[in-house]
């Protein structure tokens, strides 16, 4: 195990949230977005003049995720599933799979390859009550249960080849993996991958996968963002300045940076100062944008040339350079 303490961790924008968490770096529209658990608000952050819009569903968003075509966000919210449009600004409740004010609510979720959404439910009040991953099919309404028993859902995450599905159980400290049938969205062959308990404290909560298949595991007041390798390996830890981390995302001209969310909630902030804060790092191995959502009614986007996106993604970065 290496703690690594070659790469300092910065502030990359104050974001004073209760619960920051589902980072998405959109870089052809220069755009980062990230929500607000607790506050039910999504909040788009313009990287080039690092103005923000806010918004809110009035519902808990566990996750989040772009539809493909540039027309909206998915999400998973308290009630189930959810689609907010960016022409109107206006929230529709999609899917609703285990009913309305239920007490359960939608946590961690992403977009597998062919752009399906998954996301798990918890008890709001009660983490130990095992719980249902949910598909949301193409069609924008369909939630198929695939997986139970997962009391806390953390991240879910498809290995770079999609042979294998990883998600983490925060309440009982577990990370486990399925074997991945990627055409059907099939899991199989549940089994434990890695239990943090005796390694780390805090619990594993929001996480990323990179290109060569290590996870990237933040761990929710344990104030550490951890590698772990596809053999089950703690590869590498870095000591976070917050006490709870919540998910890494991919960021940079060569998808070598990630920034990471944080919750200031129910903590001291005169201890933790940066608690609620986006937070950068180098980490010096490359991942991979999020996948998008592929609405069946949304329409197909018009691709850009790859040097116009190249083009993009440098200004970006240098805009970011010049504001830091």
């Known amino acids: 195990m290496i703690i690594d303490e070659s790469h300092e961790v910065y502030r990359f924008y104050s974001a004073h949230a209760e619960v920051a968490k589902s980072g998405i770096w959109d870089p052809q529209n220069h755009k980062y977005y990230y929500c607000d658990i607790t506050q039910g608000s999504f909040h788009i952050l313009d990287l080039i003049d690092m103005s923000r819009e806010d918004y809110s569903v009035g519902l808990k968003i566990g996750a989040m995720a772009l ?54 439910r918890l008890f709001d009040t009660d983490e130990t009550k095992p719980g249902m991953i949910y598909r949301l099919e193409l069609d924008g309404k369909t939630a198929t249960p695939v997986i139970d028993g997962i009391c806390c859902t953390n991240g879910v995450l498809w290995s770079p080849d999609n042979k294998r599905m990883y998600c983490g159980d925060s309440t009982h400290k577990k990370i486990y993996v399925w074997d991945y049938e990627e055409e059907s969205g099939t899991p199989s062959n549940q089994r ?10 805090g619990v594993p909560d929001g996480a990323n996968i990179d290109s060569d298949g290590y996870l990237w595991v933040c761990f929710y007041d344990g104030n550490h963002l951890v590698r772990i390798s596809p053999d089950a390996k703690v590869d590498r830890v870095y000591n976070m300045p917050v006490k709870r981390p919540t998910q890494p995302v991919w960021f940079g001209e060569n998808m070598d940076e990630l920034l990471v969310t944080s919750a200031s909630k129910d903590v001291n902030r005169n201890m933790w100062p940066e608690s609620g804060n986006i937070l950068k790092l180098h980490a010096g191995v490359q991942g991979q944008l999020k996948n998008k959502y592929r609405l069946a009614s949304a329409p197909k986007p018009n691709p850009l040339p790859q040097f116009t996106i190249d083009l993009h993604i440098k200004g970006t970065v240098a805009a970011l350079r010049s504001f830091l």
């Open 192 to 201: 434990l991958f890695f239990d943090t308990a005796s390694y780390f404290s």
């Open 67 to 120: 539809i493909e075509g540039g027309t909206g966000l998915v999400m998973a919210v308290r009630d189930g599933f959810g689609i907010w449009d960016f022409a109107t600004k206006k929230f529709e409740l999609v899917a609703t799979p285990y009913g309305i004010n239920s007490g359960w609510r939608m946590n961690d979720g992403n977009v597998d390859s062919k752009g399906r959404f998954w996301a798990g």
